[in-house]
């Protein structure tokens, strides 16, 4: 049996059960995330982080959380909630930054682990394809509007990865497709 090889991206849909909202239940807040919304706003700027550190404080990891640390999933994600690592996932790159390491990325400023994650991309997709393993690059819980989610997408197509996207419910879908392909399913090198 072949263990196939997973990546997931993660987006503000997965942490929602845990009681976080996302942009789309607070539109206008990314507007106020911003380097010239900082420097024209403070005081707006100061209380609109203070409330986002608030509405992540003390949140738990959810069902989906748990299953990518079960499985030890490779994780990109675009949250600051840190709930991947409280998961227990080893390898997780925070590309927004956290609040728990309080280096959280405004819109107008690098992302975190950018050339990271390409090359996470481009050697699992290597070692999957020279072994001829299944790999999957699992999209949860992102609206797919930023341009680096659609970037870290078109990689893993062009390395031969399977693209599977979680838009709601992930609590029940994560665990369930990966219960699926790491347990049900058999994987034979070549067949």
């Known amino acids: 049996m072949i263990r196939p090889f997973v990546i997931?991206?993660?987006g503000a849909g997965i942490s929602k059960s845990a009681g976080i909202p996302t942009f789309m239940d607070t539109p206008d807040i990314k507007d106020k995330l911003s380097l010239s919304y900082r420097d024209s706003n403070p005081e707006?700027?100061?209380r609109t982080m203070d409330n986002?550190?608030?509405?992540?404080?003390?949140k738990k990891p959810t069902a989906a959380h748990n299953a990518l640390a079960k499985y030890h999933v490779p994780i990109i994600t675009m949250n600051v909630d840190s709930l991947h690592k409280d998961a227990g996932s080893r390898l997780v790159y925070e590309i927004h930054g956290s609040f728990r390491d309080d280096n959280v990325v405004l819109y107008g400023q690098s992302i975190h682990y950018y050339n990271e994650s390409m090359d996470l991309i481009r050697s699992i997709g290597d070692t999957a394809f020279e072994s001829s393993t299944p790999a999957y690059f699992l999209v949860i819980g992102t609206s797919l509007q930023t341009s680096f989610a659609n970037t870290l997408i078109s990689m893993a197509i062009?390395?031969?990865?399977?693209?599977?996207?979680?838009?709601?419910?992930?609590?029940?879908?994560?665990?369930?497709f990966l219960e699926d392909i790491f347990k049900n399913t058999l994987f034979v090198r070549g067949g």
């Open 8 to 10: 997931a991206l993660t």
């Open 44 to 46: 707006d700027f100061a």
């Open 52 to 58: 986002m550190r608030e509405s992540v404080s003390g």
């Open 158 to 176: 062009q390395n031969n990865f399977y693209v599977k996207q979680i838009d709601s419910d992930a609590d029940t879908y994560v665990p369930e």
